[in-house]
């Protein structure tokens, strides 16, 4: 049979495991945050792909090649004039008559290359632990799998978590002791009563399923693109694959709640139990394991 400290610390370890599976899957949540946000929301190497490009094509603007004393800067080429000459590059003025040498030119044509390069590269996205590299536009597809598993993998620990509690506090041999695991667990897990940490533990799990509807809802605003790209079909079920994490990672959610809510409630404690025994009669050893301080009689 087993010790009862030993169903403490098997309920202190599961408790280690669930609050590790929360931060892995809010660290996963935050990274395709972030690699939505900047290749989508932001999309900072297209921007600079396009207004280089606005530039080299203003050169050879009608207005920038007729006679001396016609030429001006269009006013559709003035932004991106200000844009190259900020990045060192030579643009029309007066002070050089509106002309810009082969030379500079050459620079415009690297500085295109250059940006052309860093969005086809920034079109990848390596996955530090596999090793791999995917499109961009494979994101939906990875961060489907990645959250719902991350988030089924949070739900198993949750369970395991709960009944390791429930052992913990079903085991011990009085009334009193079972109010003093009960103070101890609630100040261990996550889910406290106490704490208020389980509604973080809820908003990293809801920054899950928002960054899923956001990749979604990026994908329904490129769907005619995809269509050409990969096929009406094709498109079609990577969306019905997508639309299906965020219904699992909402089901998910809802279970983890659940449990987190039962957690709560088996490890909250009254101040004074039924047998007059405080919540504060216990202390922690310097190795993890709590001790029953002793009671005075009387």
């Given at each position: 049979m087993?010790?009862?400290?030993?169903?403490?610390?098997?309920?202190?370890?599961?408790i280690v495991r669930t609050r590790n599976a929360l931060f892995l899957l809010t660290a996963a949540a935050v990274v395709f945050l972030a690699i939505w946000y900047n290749d989508y929301a932001l999309d900072w190497s297209a921007k600079r792909l396009k207004i280089t490009q606005q530039a080299v094509h203003c050169l050879d603007s009608p207005t920038l090649t007729g006679t001396p004393m016609t030429r001006s800067i269009p006013t559709d080429c003035e932004i991106p004039f200000k844009y190259?000459?900020?990045?060192?590059?030579?643009v029309p003025s007066p002070s050089n008559h509106y002309v810009v040498t082969h030379e500079d030119r050459r620079e415009y044509q690297v500085l295109l290359d250059t940006y052309t390069k860093q969005f086809e590269d920034g079109n990848k996205v390596n996955i530090p632990v596999f090793g791999a590299v995917i499109d961009v536009n494979s994101l939906g597809i990875i961060s489907t799998v990645m959250?719902?598993?991350?988030?089924?993998?949070?739900?198993?620990?949750?369970?395991?978590?709960?009944?390791?509690?429930?052992?913990?506090?079903?085991?011990?041999?009085?009334?009193?002791?079972?109010?003093?695991?009960?103070c101890f667990l609630d100040r261990q897990t996550f889910f406290s009563s106490v704490r208020g940490s389980g509604w973080i533990a809820w908003t990293a799990m809801m920054l899950s399923l928002a960054v899923q509807v956001a990749i979604v809802w990026t994908d329904y605003g490129t769907y005619s693109l995809g269509q050409y790209l990969v096929g009406q079909d094709t498109m079609k079920y990577i969306v019905w694959f997508e639309e299906l994490g965020i219904i699992l990672l909402a089901i998910l959610i809802l279970a983890n709640t659940y449990i987190w809510v039962g957690i709560s409630r088996r490890t909250k404690v009254e101040r004074v139990g039924q047998s007059g025994t405080s919540a504060e009669d216990e202390t922690q050893t310097a190795s993890g394991h709590i001790e029953l301080a002793p009671r005075s009689e009387g």
């Open positions: 087993l010790d009862h400290k030993q169903y403490i610390d098997s309920a202190a370890q599961s190259a000459a900020d990045g060192g590059l030579a959250l719902v598993f991350l988030s089924w993998v949070l739900f198993t620990h949750l369970i395991n978590e709960r009944r390791c509690i429930e052992d913990a506090i079903d085991q011990a041999p009085t009334e009193g002791e079972k109010v003093t695991v009960r």
